[in-house]
């Protein structure tokens, strides 16, 4: 009896240890996913379409190797579908264009899904109408960069 419960507590174990492993390496990805936004995000605001087409391509690539329920897979498919228009041009009025429906649809994800022990900043801007998320409180408009930097304000902070 006592080797039958030995190795169901065995068995129960490893179960949980893996389980565990795939947590970790589902919140890993999704972590980078927020990375990635942000390095988007960022070349936005310093009017790089380069950058922000190069960082939205490792975006796409990030999402596609998520487990298929991470985020469901109709938020996931929209997610790289805008992040893939910004990666598939270098025009920077396009990408901010694309940005803003990326940044609603990454809000969402970030609401149903845990992606950073810090908080998240929703800032808004009046003139364009469009949000974005940020590390930081402080205003760095990605819609306008240098022409606008610090139109917006924060709206709302996921924690």
Do not use: H
Not at 86 to 103: A, P
């Amino acid at each position: 009896m006592k080797k039958i419960f030995l190795l169901v507590a065995i068995v129960a174990t490893a179960f949980v240890q893996n389980s565990f492993a795939q947590d970790k390496g589902t919140k890993a990805q999704t972590d980078q996913l927020l990375t990635l936004y942000f390095n988007i995000k960022d070349a936005l605001v310093s009017g790089n379409a380069s950058v922000a087409a190069t960082k939205s391509a490792e975006f796409v690539k990030t999402a596609n190797e998520l487990d298929a329920n991470t985020p469901s897979e109709e938020s996931r498919d929209a997610l790289i579908n805008t992040a893939g228009d910004i990666s598939k041009t270098t025009d920077i009025k396009k990408q901010r264009e694309y940005f803003s429906g990326f940044s609603d649809q990454m809000f969402a994800f970030a609401k149903t899904t845990k992606l950073s022990t810090e908080p998240i900043y929703k800032a808004y801007c009046p003139m364009k109408k469009a949000s974005w998320l940020s590390k930081e409180a402080a205003i760095k408009n990605p819609y306008y960069g240098s022409a606008m930097l610090t139109c917006g304000k924060v709206v709302e902070t996921l924690k």
